[in-house]
């Protein structure tokens, strides 16, 4: 059995994933960006889809970007509000 350590193409592979994954983000920001979510905040939430497919958890990831575009379109969610701390349990 081959580790993976061994293996040649892996350099390869990893920095394809990575510029994948970074064409990715952007362009998921910039879907949220189109619709009126703050930079910063496109930026947070589409890194959090992204890797959240990544790490294995698909039904928290992109599959997510139609429906919190939708709730933006119908006010369910307010791009950029601010929110409040109302209670906090550890220090």
């Given amino acids: 059995m081959v580790g993976l ?3 040649s193409f892996l350099p390869r592979i990893i ?3 990575n510029l994948q994954r970074r064409k990715l983000i952007a362009f998921t920001e910039s879907l ?3 619709i ?3 930079t ?3 930026a947070r939430v589409a890194q959090s889809l992204v890797l959240a497919n990544l790490c294995g958890h698909d039904s ?3 599959i997510r970007v139609m429906q919190y575009a939708d709730a933006i379109k ?3 969610l307010k791009p950029g509000a601010p929110f409040n701390i109302v209670k906090q349990t550890a220090r």
Avoid: K, L, S, Y
Wanted: with cysteine.
């Fill in 60 to 62: 928290h990831g992109m």
């Fill in 32 to 34: 949220f960006r189109a």
């Fill in 5 to 7: 350590a061994t293996c």
């Fill in 40 to 42: 910063d905040e496109a």
């Fill in 36 to 38: 009126g979510v703050p």
């Fill in 15 to 17: 920095r394809r994933a």
């Fill in 74 to 76: 119908d006010g369910r």
